[in-house]
C-alpha cells in the first residue's frame, strides 16, 4: 500500500535550518506530483511547495527565498530544505503525494495520499 513517511522535523531558534525528509513507497503509478504542507491549530493546511512528475515546482510566497523542494526520483523520496526559519513557520509538516495532473500544485484538496505529519517548532 502507499505510504508516505515524513522526518527531519524538530525545534530550532529563528534563522536556523532544518531539513525535511519524506519516503513514499508502495506507489503503483508511472508518476507522481508530491508536495508539502503545513498546518498549525485552527487554522487551515497551508502548501508550502510542490514538484510534479515533470521536475516543475513551485513555492508559496511566505517561503520563496528560503525554501527549496527537491526530489529523488529514482528512490521517491522528497526533501525540503528549510533555511533562515521563523517563528511563523512553526506547525505541523505533512507530505503529500497524487497520481493524477495537478493544476494547482499548492491547493490539498488536489492530495490524495497523506503521511502523518513532522513537527516543526522555530522559537524566536
Known amino acids: 500500500q502507499v505510504q508516505l513517511v515524513e522526518s527531519g522535523g524538530g525545534s530550532v531558534q529563528a534563522g536556523g535550518s532544518l531539513r525535511l525528509t519524506c519516503v513514499l513507497s508502495g506507489w503503483p503509478y508511472s508518476s507522481v506530483t508530491m508536495a508539502w504542507f503545513r498546518q498549525v491549530p485552527r487554522k487551515q493546511r497551508e502548501g508550502v511547495a510542490a514538484v510534479n512528475g515533470l521536475g516543475a515546482t513551485k513555492v508559496a510566497d511566505s517561503v520563496k527565498g528560503r525554501f527549496t523542494i527537491s526530489k529523488d526520483n529514482a528512490k521517491n523520496i522528497l526533501y525540503l530544505q528549510m533555511n533562515s526559519l521563523k517563528p511563523e513557520d512553526t506547525g505541523m509538516y505533512f507530505c503529500?503525494?497524487?497520481?493524477?495532473?495537478?493544476?494547482?500544485?499548492?491547493?490539498?484538496?488536489?492530495?490524495?495520499?497523506w503521511g502523518q505529519g513532522t513537527q516543526v517548532t522555530v522559537s524566536s
Open positions: 503529500a503525494a497524487a497520481a493524477d495532473y495537478v493544476s494547482r500544485l499548492l491547493l490539498p484538496g488536489e492530495y490524495g495520499y
